[in-house]
């Protein structure tokens, strides 16, 4: 980060230290710790600078103050703020960004936990998927768990590798080599490895990062990089958008960076988990009056790595209110019960997608007078699978889906 030509306005200064304490700090790294009026940083980052703390220490509170008041209150002191590795990867730096201006801050990092793993295993790091579990369900490794992947992760505690290794396995994907690389940098590092299938490690040092190379069975549960996941992949009872329809669907949905669905009928949640796994900016609310389908639909999204999905329990249009404004909405089931489409396309934002599909008369009715109100696009789609017909073979249509979008001026 470039520093302010005032040297007063660069109030805060982020230091990243790694496990080798002073000994990895460069001397401009030294020198703020040293004359800074308050240090803060975890009680680990403390002990490691203790020898060049001449201020006041600042344990971070507990629990932890995402606002960061107690370092905004300092602003204009001289204050160092002390972070693990590089301070904006999955670090510090990033909460303080959100409450001090990137002019009053300067930052000096040091390597990341994962560019000091990819460097004891010889990876380059370009190739290698990277993910935080740390804090994090363990669930959303699975979209990464592809044949022949590489993948590091930040963990909790001492027992995630473990936890992780029989997530991997009970995929099928048991042959997986797994190495543990235990407090990197420090005198007490140490590299230890074992298979997922066969995982022993024991008393594992509770900051620790953990490296996977993936290997598949014929019966691994791979969730393919394309939209259109596969029926069996979710759990449902019958009330699924089919894969073939799914596929047009999320194709019409177009998700973007950073953008907020609603689910509103979400059955299995097929529609909203495809669409948080198009990328991991994208946040979705699964709406379902069910209580039954509810609750599959938090499993299936734990199942498909995406369990920050967000389940409304409740009937719209009444369960909408309150809820965040959507960039999209997906209107699948319950769409033909009193005021679910003008609820919808009242709380879409300007410029936002609508798309809704119908496989029922009284739906199909209800999308041509939007369409006849509105405008938009029709669409109908049909799909026929080959099946048998007595000894031969010959087509089985399903039923035909209609589907209407439309982009709210």
Do not use: Y
Not at 181 to 192: H, S, T
Not at 348 to 368: D, Q
């Amino acid at each position: 980060m470039t520093k302010s030509s005032n040297p007063e306005q660069n109030w805060l200064t982020v230091v990243g230290i790694g496990e080798d304490g002073i000994a990895g700090l460069g001397d401009e790294a030294k020198r703020v710790i040293s004359t800074a009026s308050h240090v803060f940083g975890g009680k680990r980052h403390l002990a490691l600078a203790a020898e060049l703390i001449r201020g006041e220490a600042r344990p971070w509170p507990t629990p932890f103050d995402s606002e960061m008041r107690d370092v905004v209150a300092l602003r204009g002191k001289n204050v160092c703020v002390l972070a693990s590795g590089d301070p904006f990867l999955h670090g510090v730096g990033v909460t303080l960004a959100r409450v001090v201006p990137s002019s009053e801050m300067r930052v000096l990092p040091a390597p990341s936990a994962f560019s000091l793993a990819a460097s004891r295993l010889g990876w380059a790091l370009q190739d290698v998927e990277t993910i935080s579990l740390h804090g994090h369900a363990i669930d959303m490794i699975r979209p990464l768990l592809q044949p022949g992947a590489r993948i590091i992760a930040l963990t909790s505690d001492g027992e995630a590798p473990a936890a992780i290794a029989r997530l991997v396995a009970a995929s099928g994907f048991g042959a997986s080599r797994l190495t543990v690389l235990e407090a990197l940098g420090g005198e007490n590092e140490q590299i230890k490895r074992a298979q997922a299938d066969g995982f022993n490690l024991e008393n594992i040092n509770p900051l620790n990062v953990l490296a996977l190379e993936i290997e598949s069975s014929p019966q691994a549960r791979i969730l393919p990089l394309a939209s259109g996941l596969a029926d069996e992949l979710f759990e449902h009872d019958g009330q699924i958008t089919k894969r073939e329809i799914r596929a047009v669907t999320l194709s019409t949905l177009a998700p973007r960076r950073g953008e907020l669905l609603w689910d509103i009928g979400a059955g299995s949640g097929s529609i909203s988990i495809e669409w948080m796994l198009c990328h991991p900016s994208l946040r979705a609310i699964a709406i379902e009056h069910n209580a039954d389908r509810a609750e599959r639909i938090e499993r299936n999204a734990s199942a498909c790595g995406v369990p920050g999905l967000t389940i409304v329990r409740g009937a719209a249009p009444e369960a909408l209110a309150g809820l965040p404004v959507p960039d999209v909405i997906f209107i699948g089931g319950g769409g033909s019960e009193t005021g679910v489409f003008d609820a919808a396309i009242a709380a879409l934002r300007s410029g936002g997608r609508l798309v809704a599909n119908a496989v029922t008369l009284e739906m199909e009715t209800l999308l041509l007078s939007r369409h006849a109100a509105h405008g938009g696009e029709l669409l109908r789609l049909q799909v026929s699978r080959a099946a048998p017909v007595g000894s031969m073979t010959g087509w089985r249509p399903a039923m035909p889906v209609t589907r209407w979008s439309w982009v709210k001026p």
